[in-house]
């Protein structure tokens, strides 16, 4: 995600004019009709009974994202002037996203893990550590708290071939951080700048130094031991480390869950939710960090140091495929979001799922095969790159951010603190400024999960959007 400037406190969508020229009364009746059927998936939706969402319990210490700023409450939407948008040079190097954790090293220092991912000038993605180093440059800064700018620490990374590596698709940075004194957390703000534009992509962190829960000092490690991923998934029969930065020896308890989340619901569905339910356990298993082993079934895995813990490590074991989805029958799933209820019962209750699939897609692009393929190509890239960003205790596309995400793209601004994340869409649809509210929701698995605060006030934002990708206009 691009990090982030102050974002503008915003009034509410002014009332739409009342022309009375014959293409606006067209226009008009064809959006009544398009909120009518999203209406009724709406209602669907809330009056259908719920197999259950889960916030299960437990303590966890609170791990914001974003730069040391109060993020404030703002209205939703605001109306489209006339106001230009400022654009970035197209000769800059940039940073496009930026993923980071930490581990205790010990009591007195913590290893920083950050994943970054670039472009170049050409707009091409880049993960050449040579051209990062020439092009970038890194220094951090830590402060006691979000609201405290008093500086504890700062200084520079040195880019180097052992600070700077390649990992896959991306670049990941490590460097170490030392406790400040008398203070058991800090919040870390490093910042990444362009050499030649000065432009900068920030990225925070909140690290505890010292009693530190289990997933401060162990995580998800690739098969070798040597790199943790930064990610809440793994696939069946993969091979898998939970593993620390010392290769300690410990043996960790592991529950097994079978349960099948809701996707998220309607942006505008501020009815209360349902009450979460509680997990069945399925099974369980024993394993030693930083030795592999092997989950061979599907299903929400739950790792703790002892069977009374109240935090632990959540891992999602998924098929081999994920994040993509490929099999029919999971990819008439997250159409939900742009579906009429009754397209989704009928997709729910075909018998040949491949061909209600097509059925679907080739109805509401009028027949034309080629504008489908690309419509369905671009919707289900969004729901690859959800599921490898937002997936949580659930898969990644039935959260609210993957929802959002799926729906309108990557947002233009993201501003975080401790518990609040919001992420704004500059011009879309018929306002200038769109603004959706995360808040983090605390459970056991994960400490990134968060839940959009709903708004009636979406709908004139939402309702063109879902059309456009109904006719086929979005396919990229």
Not at 2 to 27: D, E, N
Not at 94 to 113: E, G, H, M, P, Q
Not at 171 to 180: C, N, T
Not at 428 to 448: G, L, Y
Request: a positive charge.
């Amino acid at each position: 995600m691009r990090i982030v400037s102050p974002l503008l406190l915003i009034t509410l969508l002014a009332a739409c004019s009342t022309g009375k020229q014959t293409p606006q009364t067209r226009r008009r009746e064809m959006q009544e009709r398009v909120n009518a059927a999203y209406d009724a998936r709406t209602e669907a939706q809330r009056n259908s009974p719920q197999r259950g969402s889960v916030t299960p319990t437990g303590n966890l210490p609170n791990q914001p994202a974003g730069t040391p700023a109060q993020v404030r409450t703002t209205a939703p939407v605001q109306a489209a002037d006339k106001a230009t948008m400022p654009v970035q040079s197209a000769s800059d190097w940039a940073v496009t996203s930026i993923k980071s954790k930490f581990l205790a090293v010990d009591s007195t220092n913590a290893r920083v893990y950050m994943d970054l991912t670039f472009q170049s000038p050409a707009g091409s993605s880049v993960i050449s550590t040579t051209d990062f180093a020439q092009h970038f440059q890194v220094a951090y800064i830590m402060y006691p708290d979000y609201n405290n700018r008093d500086r504890l620490g700062y200084g520079n990374i040195t880019l180097n071939e052992q600070s700077v590596r390649r990992q896959g698709d991306h670049l990941r940075l490590i460097f170490d951080i030392k406790r400040p004194k008398d203070l058991s957390t800090a919040v870390l703000l490093t910042e990444v700048t362009e050499i030649g534009s000065g432009t900068k992509a920030r990225n925070d962190l909140t690290i505890r130094f010292g009693n530190n829960q289990l997933s401060d000092r162990y995580s998800l490690f690739d098969r070798d031991g040597q790199q943790p991923k930064l990610r809440h998934y793994v696939s069946t029969g993969d091979t898998v480390v939970i593993g620390d930065a010392s290769n300690s020896r410990k043996q960790l308890y592991g529950i097994r869950y079978r349960h099948d989340f809701e996707a998220a619901s309607s942006p505008m569905n501020t009815g209360a939710r349902p009450v979460a339910r509680s997990l069945s356990v399925d099974s369980t298993l024993t394993i030693t960090t930083n030795q592999p082993f092997v989950l061979p079934v599907e299903g929400l895995y739950y790792f703790v140091e002892d069977t009374t813990a109240s935090s632990g490590i959540g891992l999602v074991v998924t098929d081999k495929r994920f994040p993509k989805l490929t099999r029919p029958e999971k990819l008439i799933k997250p159409v939900l979001y742009m579906s009429t209820s009754s397209e989704i019962n009928e997709l729910g209750q075909a018998r040949d799922t491949k061909k209600a699939f097509d059925r679907y897609w080739l109805s509401l692009m009028a027949g034309n095969q080629d504008v489908a393929k690309n419509t369905i190509r671009a919707y289900f890239d969004r729901v690859e790159e959800a599921n490898r960003l937002f997936t949580t205790y659930k898969e990644g596309w039935k959260t609210d951010k993957g929802m959002i995400y799926i729906i309108l793209g990557a947002p233009d601004r993201v501003q975080r603190n401790r518990e609040r994340e919001v992420w704004v869409y500059n011009r879309r649809a018929n306002a200038s400024e769109v603004n959706f509210t995360f808040t983090r929701k605390q459970n056991q698995f994960v400490e990134d999960h968060y839940e959009l605060v709903r708004y009636m006030e979406y709908q004139p934002v939402w309702y063109p959007i879902v059309e456009a990708w109904r006719t086929g206009a979005i396919r990229e």
